[in-house]
């Protein structure tokens, strides 16, 4: 298939002037929407909740500048991204991490999992701006620093779908927890869209260890979490993050939670995270069946969508399996009627309660949020009829998150 040059384009008429792009987006040529100077990153398109930002062809003729790939003199056009340039120079990406490919699965310059060396300086290759002279190094030195965007450093007063129902209350925080950007998915009803579609200044390792340690003081917690968009994107960064918070905490009350929709949790990776030092995870099941996890994921590839979510259910067993002992495990599934039925629900809860009765599961009312503000808030009584399914399917530590409060059933 041709390479083909884009523009970001807005549309007026659909523009709700929400401020999102203009407050949020790192658009790096730091000139949203001027068609002069934009290199097609598409950052702002998907950041947009009112797909008032069009990626257009640009058929224009560039001017060709000279960049230096891994040693490699070669000519590129202008205004294109770093991933551009590689791609018109044959390297492969995707949003599933290979070995083979570059793993770039945000494209909003969040998660830096795309993370190549330009000018000697370590930058996400999805956002980057190709500049005449520049020079990219595609491998990375093995004592490299990884790095990604995380934001909104708090103490959180409900938890997760990972954290043990026990422990919710609402009086004070149960745990602290920093949102990381960047997601393979692209939830069009997506509860928290300003972190997960959006850049930012990305942290080392240490610098998440020392703010989750210090949150952690001040607030009387044991639990230090990472939430998203989509925490384990970047996976170099994630277990150095896990080690060095845990280097911090070595008392045996620390615990590190991982809130993750499971897209890529293979079963090596989830042994690693055991091993760095997680001791819960929450994992969101975003259906069972594919063309309910596409409408909920607005992931259209079939292909890529059935790995994300058959990565999720084998985590949740794989976990199940071999780490029920070890570690908190809590299992989240989105409830809307406009896109999940009462028997895909049933479904799920059957296939849950064969593998673990016991597992805590918690079913989430998706509300009017980002680009589906025609979603209707589920009831209360209809939550608790979800609730009730997943009980009668011989699940015990059944809990519902409703407009009325959170409610162990
Ligand atoms: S994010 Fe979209 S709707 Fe909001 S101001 Fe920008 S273009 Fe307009
Ligand atoms: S964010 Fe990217 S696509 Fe949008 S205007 Fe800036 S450079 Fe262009």
Not at 35 to 47: D, H, M, P, T, V
Not at 81 to 91: D, I, N, P, R, S
Not at 289 to 295: C, G, Y
Request: proline fraction near 4%.
């Amino acid at each position: 298939m041709p390479f083909i040059l884009k523009l970001a384009r807005k549309i007026s008429e659909k523009c709700t002037n929400c401020g999102i792009c203009e407050n949020y987006v790192k658009c790096s040529v730091g000139n949203l929407f001027n068609e002069a100077s934009c290199i097609g990153c598409g950052a702002c398109s998907l950041a947009c909740p009112s797909n008032a930002v069009s990626m257009i062809e640009d058929q224009s003729e560039r001017k060709k500048i000279t960049i230096t790939i891994n040693n490699k003199e070669v000519k590129v056009p202008e205004r294109i991204t770093v991933k551009a340039a590689l791609e018109l120079e044959g390297f492969k990406f995707t949003r599933f991490p290979t070995a083979e490919k570059f793993f770039s699965p945000c494209e909003v310059g969040g998660c830096w999992s795309c993370s190549v060396l330009v000018n000697g300086n370590l930058s996400p290759a999805c956002t980057t701006q190709i500049l005449d002279g520049m020079i990219i190094e595609t491998k990375l030195p093995a004592d490299y620093q990884p790095k990604r965007v995380v934001s909104d450093f708090m103490a959180h007063y409900v938890g997760g779908v990972g954290t043990p129902h026990r422990l919710k209350r609402a009086e004070r925080p149960i745990e602290v927890v920093g949102f990381t950007h960047g997601c393979t998915l692209r939830c069009p009803q997506c509860q928290n869209h300003v972190i997960t579609f959006t850049g930012g200044e990305a942290l080392a390792p240490i610098q998440v260890a020392e703010e989750l340690t210090k949150l952690r003081r001040e607030h009387k917690v044991d639990r230090m979490t990472l939430s998203g968009g989509e925490c384990t994107l970047n996976r170099p960064w994630l277990i150095q993050v896990i080690k060095e918070t845990m280097r911090l905490n070595t008392d045996e009350n620390a615990h590190f939670h991982v809130d993750t929709n499971g897209s890529i949790l293979t079963k090596d990776y989830v042994d690693e995270l055991v091993q760095a030092g997680m001791t819960d995870i929450g994992i969101d099941l975003k259906g069972i069946r594919i063309e309910t996890f596409m409408k909920i994921t607005n992931v259209f590839e079939k292909k890529l969508a059935n790995i994300y979510l058959k990565n999720a259910w084998s985590a949740t067993k794989y976990i199940l399996d071999n780490y029920s002992e070890k570690i908190f495990l809590g299992v989240g599934v989105p409830h809307n009627k406009a896109f999940i039925t009462l028997e895909e629900i049933r479904e799920i809860g059957s296939k849950l309660a064969r593998w673990d009765s016991k597992v805590q599961v918690t079913a989430l009312d998706y509300r009017a949020e980002f680009k589906r503000t025609d979603l209707i808030q589920p009831s209360p009584q209809e939550m608790l009829k979800v609730g009730n399914i997943f009980k009668e399917c011989g699940l015990k530590t059944v809990m519902v998150q409703s407009r009325a409060g959170h409610f162990l059933l």
